[in-house]
């Protein structure tokens, strides 16, 4: 029996109003990149941004220790051609993957920030050195249950499938989508986007 009249028009109404909602979080976003290039411009008049301003920006200074290591791990892995700075358009790729990438990259990315010597490869004191910094921003053993260590040895023994003590890119990927866990911290779940958008310095 053919859908009704009104089962059409009751799934179109549905869909339009997701088409809106997306939409609307674009045009959000949008403005949201355009505003903080603009902080960039005002900020950063020589086009290249060191890692203290970038701090600036972000009003990281005088926040906590984590704070400001997990912006530095952020900084590093844009500054693309390693040379201490970021300029115009590194940092507007950043912003672009951190406000509206699409998982894959957002994972891709992810790696990079725990790939702290860039070899592509992870090993354990990469991974444990970033979740002692997200466990201090975000992590709580009583929420968790585990300490940065144990966490750790769980990523590990999901993840590092031929046992050889390295998880490589193949790895992470697919080990991000093995269970929802385990999903959240390979993805960095603290939030980045709103992270981002609430520690940015508003314009006057």
Not at 183 to 198: C, E, H, P
Request: aromatic content about 8%; glycine content about 4%.
């Amino acid at each position: 029996m053919p859908p009704s009249k009104c089962w059409y028009l009751r799934n179109h109404k549905r869909t339009a109003a997701m088409r809106q909602d997306q939409s609307s979080s674009d045009e959000g976003d949008v403005a949201q990149i355009q505003e903080m290039c603009l902080i960039f411009l005002r900020e950063c008049p020589s086009g290249a941004l060191h890692l203290h301003e970038f701090k600036k920006i972000f009003g990281v200074q005088s926040s906590s220790p984590e704070d400001s290591q997990f912006l530095e791990t952020i900084f590093r892995s844009f500054d693309t051609n390693q040379d201490n700075t970021l300029d115009f358009i590194e940092y507007v790729a950043a912003l672009n993957l951190i406000l509206r990438g699409n998982l894959e990259d957002r994972l891709k990315w992810s790696f990079k920030m725990y790939d702290r010597d860039g070899n592509g490869k992870l090993d354990r004191n990469e991974v444990k050195r970033l979740i002692r910094i997200l466990y201090k921003i975000k992590l709580h053993k009583n929420e968790v249950g585990l300490t940065p260590s144990q966490i750790c040895d769980r990523i590990f023994d999901l993840v590092d499938d031929n046992n050889d003590g390295e998880i490589t890119l193949s790895e992470f990927m697919e080990g991000a989508k093995k269970d929802q866990w385990l999903m959240d911290l390979l993805n960095l779940d603290v939030n980045t986007s709103g992270w981002v958008t609430q520690n940015c310095r508003k314009l006057p």
